[in-house]
């Protein structure tokens, strides 16, 4: 991967231009929707006019570093410092456009195997040094921010260049890899096996195999290939005080599996070297296809029934009314409507598909058969709950475009606004009331908080990961920014949307993590005695705190 080439202070290859972004009507429209006469223009600083605080590193711990890996790969040039300063929420883009780099690490260091992450993590243990576990720093949580806290200086540990396929167990259905290896590069990998992980997040093409376990993530197929706690089956952990090496056996009843400790271990146990997991055959065929509900509520009973029925899906994915709206008519903004879409208007009319209409992307993928078969009992399930099928063509677009969502992000924040996305999840049972709640919460504080009058938000909500018992709720929300205090609103905005995810059952992460973030809301989800646990797991480890300090455990 040449870092070079993507985005120190935005998402995805720097040289990305979006053709959405290019219509000027779509701008005009979203204006009006957000209650603003215009849009500003706001762009980001760039990178040479921005002042970075020098190394604290001590010239000596830099030439042990140097001698251990090689000068090469002990890095402390602006732009290595920069890229991994934050992550990729768009709180960090707050902080990076606006050229506020104090949390980038005093220095990059780039590991080639396991022996060279252990000498590292000994000899920061040794000298009063953060590390901080990087893999493609696609965190949205606030999981690498070079946070020195105590500590004299700030590593961050790039795991790209440990980036081999080591093997595959075709008899045992496992492949084991090094954890740096970015999404493409296992896929292909494995690809040309035959084989999969079956772990596309959005992010895939920029996060890593270490990112997604630590993470404990969830790719956009889980529903058929699961998520990281699913997937994985052992890791070797490198920390401060040695080399842990996880049971790989299939089942076992030997006391709590180890192996659980690294997902969702967010760096601050250790650092995941090599990772272990199961493969499946790549799918003889996959459908992507589209149906309309009349609401969201219908829609949601059709994932349940399928997810309970135990059908094989690979994705069932909902949008609410108001993301089925935006998608469609920020798409369609400034173009002529053509004889067809005004007869497709016209059908939707007469079928009663009206304001609360929510469509949905359903995908399955596997052998024909199956995949026929599964597809059809689908298509049963949604008829009955009311639904229309809209065709593969909208399923094929969705899949085309699957990763490229992100790159909106920038073109809006050039423009004078916030944009911003958060996930929970809950049982059934109380899936109605915590998505109410969170979207009133977010809706509420955008007005509060808008920089004039009137102004307002857009908030839109999916569910796309779905259990027998419960589902994820994902909101992404678009508002006009208070230019004059641009974080404290983020900060509001996320307070009340995430006081309401735990006052109505919800986790504070379904896959995004903990990070600095969501630590505030921590001692709420597992409760005192359970973060006393994880903290004591961390002092067995890390006994002196050097790994990924104020992330993931409360002080
Ligand atoms: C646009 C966008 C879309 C996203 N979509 C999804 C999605 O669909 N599903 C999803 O699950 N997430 C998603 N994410 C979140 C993010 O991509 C995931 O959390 C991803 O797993 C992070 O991987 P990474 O390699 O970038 O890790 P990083 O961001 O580099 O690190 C994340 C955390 O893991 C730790 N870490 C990284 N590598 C190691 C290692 N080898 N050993 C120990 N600790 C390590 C870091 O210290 C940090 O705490 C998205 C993010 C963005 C910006």
Redesign the pocket.
């Known amino acids: 991967m040449d870092r070079t080439k993507i985005s120190w202070n935005g998402?995805g290859w720097a040289a990305h231009k979006d053709d959405v972004a290019a219509n000027e009507a779509a701008w005009s429209w979203l204006a009006e929707e957000l209650g603003m006469p215009s849009l500003l223009a706001t762009p980001a600083r760039a990178l040479d006019d921005i002042a970075l605080a020098p190394s604290r590193l001590d010239p000596s711990e830099r030439a042990h570093f140097a001698q251990v890996l090689g000068e090469d790969r002990v890095r402390d040039d602006a732009f290595e410092r920069a890229f991994h300063a934050r992550?990729?929420?768009y709180h960090d883009l707050l902080h990076l456009r606006a050229g506020n780099l104090t949390t980038a690490p005093d220095v990059v260091l780039y590991p080639r195997g396991t022996d060279e992450v252990l000498s590292v993590l000994s000899f920061a243990s040794d000298n009063n040094i953060a590390v901080?576990?990087?893999?493609?720093?696609?965190?949205?949580?606030g999981?690498?921010t070079g946070d020195p806290g105590v500590f004299k200086a700030v590593v961050s540990l790039d795991?790209s260049g440990?980036d081999r396929l080591i093997g595959i167990d075709p008899v045992s259905r496992t492949a084991t890899a090094e954890?740096?290896m970015?999404g493409p590069a296992l896929d292909k990998a494995l690809r040309a096996q035959n084989l999969v992980l079956g772990h596309?997040?959005?992010?895939?093409e920029?996060?890593?195999?270490?990112?997604?376990?630590?993470?404990r993530?969830?790719?956009?197929q889980s529903s058929r290939y699961g998520?990281?706690n699913d997937w994985l089956v052992s890791a070797k952990?490198a920390t401060p005080r040695g080399l842990l090496t996880t049971e790989d056996f299939p089942a076992s009843s030997a006391g709590p599996r180890i192996t659980d400790l690294v997902l969702g271990?967010?760096?601050?146990f250790?650092?995941?070297?090599e990772a272990t997991f199961h493969v499946q055959p790549a799918p003889e065929t996959s459908v992507y296809t589209g149906f309309l509900f009349h609401d969201f509520a219908s829609g949601a009973a059709a994932i349940r029934r399928a997810v309970q029925e135990d059908l094989p899906v690979a994705m069932l994915r909902l949008s609410d009314a108001d993301e089925t709206h935006f998608y469609r008519a920020y798409g369609a903004a400034g173009k002529r409507k053509g004889i067809g879409s005004r007869i497709a208007d016209a059908y939707l009319k007469y079928r009663k598909f009206g304001g609360t209409a929510s469509a949905m992307i359903a995908g399955f993928e596997g052998d024909k058969a199956t995949v026929e078969r599964s597809r059809n009992r689908f298509v049963d399930i949604a008829k009955q709950l009311g639904a229309m099928a809209i065709g593969d063509s909208t399923g094929k677009r969705w899949h085309q475009g699957r990763f490229h969502?992100?790159y909106l992000?920038e073109p809006m924040m050039d423009r004078g606004l916030g944009v911003d996305?958060l996930e929970t999840a809950t049982s059934w049972s109380k899936i109605d009331a915590l998505y109410a709640a969170v979207k009133k919460a977010l809706e509420d504080t955008i007005r509060e908080t808008a920089p004039r009058p009137g102004a307002r938000g857009v908030v839109a909500c999916h569910i796309s990961h779905s259990y027998p018992d419960g589902a994820s709720l994902y909101f992404t929300y678009i508002f006009p920014r208070a230019l004059d205090g641009d974080v404290a609103q983020w900060l509001a905005i996320k307070r009340a949307a995430t006081d309401a995810i735990v006052a109505h059952g919800g986790t504070i992460s379904h896959?995004?993590?903990v990070?600095e973030d969501h630590l505030p809301w921590m001692t709420q989800e597992k409760g005192s005695l359970g973060v006393d646990v994880l903290r004591a797991i961390k002092s067995a480890l890390d006994h002196k705190g050097i790994l990924?300090p104020g992330?993931?455990i409360p002080k």
């Open positions: 998402w992550g990729r929420s901080v576990p990087y893999g493609g720093g696609t965190s949205v949580v999981s690498v795991m440990m954890a740096g970015y596309y997040p959005q992010s895939f920029f996060s890593t195999l270490g990112g997604w376990i630590a993470h993530g969830a790719g956009q998520r990281a952990l271990s967010e760096g601050a250790g650092v995941i070297t969502g992100p992000r996305t896959h995004h993590g990070g990924n992330k993931l």
